[in-house]
């Protein structure tokens, strides 16, 4: 790896205005430019080659100061920092999927790095490696699902971005792709979660969680199979308290549900649901309060991670396949949302149907990750349909 490639242009321009020269440069991988005022102010040959010696030295400097902290900071080093400085304030969501990303770049690093792994030794090629890794595994690691593998590389240019902006390292290209891309739709590419699908997940329930605690769970899955909720949601349904989620008309023929996003506006926001998932919280929330509380051997299931696992290991003790492929995926909890879409879909429900259920504030999205194209499949009459 070459530590003197440099990381800046500095350029020497007149102001006029000012009547004096200025430096100007644009840090490698940033859009914003920068300038510094000189105290050169004549317009002879001789004041040019000054301020151009001026900008020369400048850019010695900043790649001087650049490269030293690139030599001294070690990959592990900085992922100490990072961990301690910046993901110790922000969820244990974002640290287990910089956990899960770094132990990838570690196989990597000591399969393409001779020596000791440092930061300059990240490059572009370095990045497509790592992707290479999460989409085919590497050393024991399996392939993690095609629709994660844009998140997970997100959050390793997260923290790379922060190396950066503490200049422990050079700013990485931004992530474009060149030409036309052929836009894939994860959704419809999965083998929707059937309703016999489901009894087979929740019959090897007692095994994984006791007999006690079944019940419980079971009725969680069948709530993420019904309702299309995002993983946590359904944990905080009840009947009457409104700052948790609760049920609305269910007894219409539009049901609706509050949902409330507690960590981005704190506000709730009102959207449908389907028929059957309404007649089942009708059921439910006559006989209980707070509803769709999975518990387990050790009590209830309450962090989302130990709840990911737990569904994974369901799907994969049930060997439900939900992604086909070499080796297939089986069925894990952010198979139910799409795969709940997929399934009213390809019997005709309309887009704005759709994305009013998943609560997307665009239709584009709905249609790309989703569904597809659903153009002429508007006459849906959602009352007389089961789930299957």
Request: proline residues 5%.
């Amino acid at each position: 790896m070459n530590h003197c490639a440099p990381t800046v242009r500095v350029s020497a321009f007149w102001k006029s205005s000012k009547g004096c020269y200025y430096l100007k440069w644009r840090p490698f991988g940033s859009r914003s430019v920068k300038t510094q005022k000189t105290e050169i102010i004549t317009r002879s040959k001789r004041s040019k080659r000054a301020a151009d010696k001026l900008a020369d030295e400048l850019q010695s400097k900043l790649n001087s100061k650049l490269n030293s902290g690139n030599e001294g900071w070690t990959w592990d080093r900085f992922c100490d920092r990072y961990l301690t400085d910046h993901l110790s304030d922000t969820s244990s969501d974002n640290r287990y999927k910089w956990s899960a990303v770094c132990k990838r770049v570690d196989a990597v690093a000591g399969r393409d790095i001779q020596g000791e792994f440092v930061l300059s030794d990240v490059s572009p090629l370095f990045l497509a490696s790592v992707e290479t890794a999460l989409r085919r595994g590497i050393d024991g690691f399996k392939p993690i699902a095609v629709g994660s593998i844009p998140s997970y590389m997100a959050t390793l240019r997260s923290g790379l971005s922060w190396a950066a902006s503490l200049e422990l390292m050079r700013y990485m290209p931004p992530n474009r792709r060149r030409g036309r891309q052929e836009q894939n739709l994860p959704a419809m590419r999965l083998i929707p979660i059937s309703e016999e699908s489901l009894r087979k997940m929740q019959d090897v329930c007692p095994g994984l969680v006791g007999s006690r605690s079944a019940a419980s769970v079971q009725e969680y899955l069948e709530a993420l199979w019904l309702s299309g909720c995002r993983m946590r949601e359904p944990l905080g349904m009840h009947a009457t308290r409104r700052d948790w989620h609760y049920p609305i008309g269910l007894d219409t023929p539009t049901p609706m549900m509050s949902w409330t996003s507690a960590q981005k506006n704190r506000r709730a926001q009102v959207a449908r649901i389907t028929n059957d998932f309404a007649s089942q919280l009708r059921e439910r929330a006559d006989r209980t309060e707070a509803i769709y509380q999975p518990r387990c051997e050790t009590g209830e299931v309450k962090d989302r991670t130990a709840l990911s696992k737990l569904i994974s290991a369901i799907g994969a003790k049930a060997e439900v396949i939900a992604e086909p492929g070499s080796p297939p995926k089986t069925a894990t909890a952010k198979h139910f949302r799409s795969s709940m879409v997929t399934r009213w879909s390809l019997r005709g429900m309309p887009i704005q149907l759709c994305q009013e259920i998943l609560r997307h504030s665009s239709e584009t999205t709905t249609r790309k990750f989703y569904v597809g194209d659903l153009q002429g499949k508007i006459d849906f009459d959602e009352s007389p349909y089961k789930q299957s």
